[in-house]
């Protein structure tokens, strides 16, 4: 739930897509931007649309990308 994470954001999922052992989950954040997060798909459901998550990560897995990098959003 990202209670014990470095860094945490919230946000609403927009969409799910699962292709075999791996789930994207898009989540648009309080902030208006959407982000993307991946993990391995298993029995436990990683939300449905619609649904307030918690997104959280150790700092030292925190990767910047120059703004330039970053497709346009919607």
Known sequence: DGAMADTTLEGTV?????????????VKLDTGET????????????????????????????VLLPRDTTRPGP
């Open 14 to 26: 927009a969409d799910l897509i699962m292709l075999g052992g791996v789930t994207r989950t898009m």
């Open 35 to 62: 982000i993307s997060a991946k993990s391995l798909t298993s029995e436990r459901a990683p939300g449905r649309r619609g649904a307030r998550v918690r997104l959280g990560w150790d700092a030292a897995d925190t």
